[in-house]
């Protein structure tokens, strides 16, 4: 993460501290890491870092109070403002490995995912599930993360595409009241989210990139569960909105062959 700080305090030194996040059962090293902001001029000295406190490695709250207030600075586009609920994408992350079949599930099977899973049989299998885009087509997917086993969340990364981060929650996502909350004036626009153990995100973006993009869990092992799909984006109408043909020449060949 780069950060822009403004420097508009009183002259002196002052602490950056931070110190690991983990919502899983699994602990992180639980130390907490400082630096020193020192302004020109000021005096050497006289800090004390046994002052410093900081939210509990697993304070859950915090970090999604903390992450809410991260707004997109250089807003050059608007995210897709209205997604008509025919073409509205909605995954679950628990779900994506479940069933067999040509396409990926656009209606995951509902329950209570973040609920007393002990017991709940994952089910997966093997399969081949690409969800297929017309070009330029509004897209929004929701990520459902679950309280399933002892692991923490998911840092989930698309290919192909930047998204914006529309929105972020503790617990199922609601699909009539927790788009009430969505950022469409600031949101970031990035290519990886962090899905919470137990929440949800809401991403939106435009595909306007012809071609097939992977999206998955950034962890290899969860990606080798099957924490993945494949995004297919149709051509557009013109040249400039479509995939270059191969050379009339045919493709190269890797050298040695
Ligand atoms: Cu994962």
């Known amino acids: 993460m780069d950060v822009l700080v403004s420097t508009n305090q009183n002259i ?30 000021s005096d050497v000295g006289g ?9 509990l490695m697993n304070d859950v709250n915090a970090a999604y109070n903390f992450t809410a207030r991260i707004k ?7 995210p897709p403002l209205n997604v008509p609920t025919d073409i509205d994408r909605r995954v679950s992350i628990a779900i994506a490995t479940n069933n067999n079949g040509e396409d990926f599930p656009l209606n995951p099977p509902v329950y209570n995912y973040t609920g007393e899973l002990t017991g709940f049989p994952p089910g997966t299998s093997l399969g081949t599930r690409a969800v297929v885009l017309n070009y330029g087509e509004a897209v929004e ?4 993360a679950t309280n399933f086993g002892a692991g923490g969340g998911h840092p989930i990364h698309l290919h192909g595409f930047s998204f914006y981060w529309v929105g972020t929650g503790i617990g199922n996502f609601n699909n009539i009241t927790d788009p009430m909350s ?13 899905v919470g153990r137990g929440g949800w995100v809401a991403l939106r973006f435009f595909a306007d990139n012809p071609g097939v993009w992977f999206m998955h869990c950034h962890y290899e092992r969860h990606s080798s569960f099957g924490m993945d799909t ?3 984006v149709r051509n557009g ?4 909105t479509s995939i270059r043909p191969p050379p009339a020449s045919g493709m190269p060949r890797c050298p040695g062959t």
Request: proline residues 7%; negative net charge.
């Open 230 to 232: 494949v995004f297919i």
């Open 237 to 240: 109408t013109t040249v400039g």
């Open 182 to 194: 969505y950022n469409l004036v600031d949101p970031p626009l990035i290519n990886t989210i962090q």
């Open 47 to 55: 800090l004390n870092n046994s002052t410093i406190t900081l939210p």
């Open 72 to 78: 997109n600075s250089n807003v050059t586009q608007n």
């Open 12 to 41: 002196g030194q002052y602490y950056m501290a931070m110190r690991p996040f983990s919502d899983g059962a699994f602990p992180a090293t639980n130390n907490i890491t400082t630096g020193i902001l020192q302004y020109t001029n």
């Open 141 to 144: 997917i929701v990520l459902q």
